[in-house]
């Protein structure tokens, strides 16, 4: 009997261990999340709803490219964005700040999201960082190398070129297209014929 009390004494200690191991990790996270945050709120940023704040005005649309573009003449190094109180978008069309981001001299760790991918496709290049990160890198980028690309420029201005003739009647009416469609059917036919040698000819047959 005093065995098995023991046992499930050690247990419910190993448990409140668990939990209160989980719970400093939370409180730590949220003192980080907090403190980016304040950092965030001393950028530049347009006036928005006193709650929603950007989040009506930024999405895929025309409006909001025309709404994003103005802001961006007032601020073009920087630009906060904020879907609600505490969900941040940073914009940038400065190529000089762009570079302070992505050539950092340091790691680079993933959000905390990815780890959830991890248990559905491993660790990987998408999911990794640090030494496997670059090694994996490393690997991918000799497959894209300038000179193996070169084979393929007779594609892109073939497709290129049947693009713009989709796109030729249009010019000068003043009739509003959707970009977006007949560039994704222009994309799958690249991929198509680069990597299958397939004339799909999707953007013809839309």
């Known amino acids: 009997m005093s065995s098995l009390l023991i046992g499930v004494t050690i247990t419910l200690i190993v448990i409140l261990l668990t939990n209160l191991y989980n719970v400093i990790r939370m409180v730590g996270s949220l003192v980080t999340w907090c403190r980016s945050i304040k950092r965030l709120r001393s950028l530049p940023s347009p006036p928005?709803?006193?709650?929603?704040?950007?989040?009506?005005?930024?999405?895929?649309?025309?409006?909001?490219?025309?709404?994003?573009?103005?802001?961006?003449?007032?601020?073009?190094?920087?630009?906060?964005?904020?879907i609600g109180p505490f969900?941040?978008?940073v914009f940038s069309g400065n190529i000089e700040t762009m570079k302070i981001f992505l050539y950092q001299p340091g790691e680079s760790p993933k959000p905390p999201i990815y780890g959830y991918l991890d248990k559905w496709v491993g660790e990987g290049?998408?999911?990794?960082?640090?030494?496997?990160?670059?090694?994996?890198?490393?690997?991918?980028?000799?497959?894209?190398?300038?000179d193996i690309?070169?084979?393929?420029?007779?594609?892109?201005?073939?497709?290129?070129?049947?693009?713009?003739?989709?796109?030729?009647p249009f010019v000068g009416t003043g009739e509003s297209i959707d970009v977006s469609e007949y560039t994704n059917l222009c994309t799958m036919d690249?991929?198509?014929?680069?990597?299958?040698?397939?004339?799909?000819?999707?953007?013809?047959?839309?």
């Open 149 to 168: 690309l070169k084979d393929y420029v007779p594609v892109y201005n073939e497709i290129s070129h049947r693009f713009l003739d989709i796109w030729r």
């Open 48 to 82: 928005g709803h006193w709650f929603w704040k950007h989040a009506l005005k930024v999405g895929p649309t025309q409006e909001s490219l025309m709404y994003m573009q103005e802001n961006h003449k007032r601020h073009p190094n920087l630009c906060v964005y904020w």
């Open 125 to 146: 290049l998408s999911t990794s960082s640090g030494a496997l990160w670059r090694k994996h890198r490393e690997m991918l980028t000799a497959a894209f190398h300038l």
């Open 87 to 89: 969900m941040p978008c």
């Open 190 to 206: 690249v991929l198509l014929k680069c990597i299958f040698s397939s004339d799909s000819n999707c953007l013809e047959n839309k």
